[in-house]
């Protein structure tokens, strides 16, 4: 069966310094993994994704994950966090259910992540 | 190209009644799932829709049903309203199955 697990529920940094997100997942076949940032008020923006290419994924807005298969783990990170980083970030987890081919598509519970000054 | 849209934006109802979301679907998609946030929750899929077909459901009572039209906008419904439906309901579109998501602003019900 799929999960995701986003280790931290709440992250603070401060500008200009690193931000690391993480996130471990299981799932029975070869998953398609995503990073998803939700802004207050606004819809569900994909960050990167990774469909079985690279290991390393690099996303807009100088976001980038590695997909570690030994570790079942799928960090998001950030050499220096801005402040418009503020927001919820959900790893999420899709593989095709084999039966009915649809999307089955798991998100995390999410990380909200604050910016200080 | 026009993106995901959603209406309404918001919407109070109160236990007992019915309510209609609807979604329109990006240019070219196919492919409509449906989703519900709860406060401080991560989004749980509710049932996606593939060529006006119910392609796949979630873990959602049959009060949740839905629709794809011909031109592949898609509406949720939901009987019975209850407390716990209170939610932000997401719709996402995508090419087709298996294919990147794209989502919706949302519509925000409160149930009363």
């Known amino acids: 069966a799929q999960s995701v697990t986003q280790l931290d529920s709440h992250v603070s940094v401060s500008e200009g310094t690193p931000v690391l997100l993480r996130c471990n997942y299981s799932?029975?076949?070869?998953?398609?993994l995503f990073w998803y940032v939700q802004h207050p008020n606004k819809g569900l923006q994909l960050l990167l994704k990774?469909?079985?290419?690279?290991?390393l994924v690099k996303g807009i807005n100088g976001f980038e994950a590695e997909f570690k298969k030994s570790e079942t783990s799928f960090h998001l990170t950030k050499p220096s966090a801005h402040m418009s980083d503020a927001a919820e970030y959900f790893c999420?987890?899709?593989?095709?259910?084999?039966?009915?081919?649809?999307?089955?598509?798991?998100f995390g519970p999410g990380t909200s992540l604050s910016v200080i000054p | 190209e026009t993106g995901v849209t959603q209406s309404p934006t918001h919407l109070i109802k109160t236990r007992g009644q019915q309510v209609t979301l609807r979604c329109s679907s990006q240019?070219?998609?196919?492919?409509v799932s449906w989703y519900q946030q709860a406060l401080g929750q991560g989004p749980q899929f509710i049932f996606q829709?593939?060529?006006?077909?119910?392609?796949g459901r979630g873990n959602f009572p049959p009060r949740f049903s839905g629709l794809q039209f011909p031109n592949y906008s898609s509406e949720l419904n939901v009987n019975a309203l209850e407390l716990d439906d209170s939610a932000l309901y997401l719709c996402?579109?995508?090419?087709?199955?298996?294919?990147?998501?794209?989502f919706g602003p949302g519509t925000r019900l409160t149930v009363l």
């Open positions: 999420v987890v899709s593989d095709i259910e084999a039966k009915t081919s649809y999307d089955k598509v798991i």
């Open positions: 240019s070219g998609h196919n492919t």
């Open positions: 829709y593939y060529r006006e077909e119910e392609n």
């Open positions: 990774y469909t079985s290419a690279a290991t």
């Open positions: 996402a579109s995508s090419q087709t199955v298996n294919n990147e998501q794209f």
């Open positions: 799932s029975s076949y070869s998953p398609s």
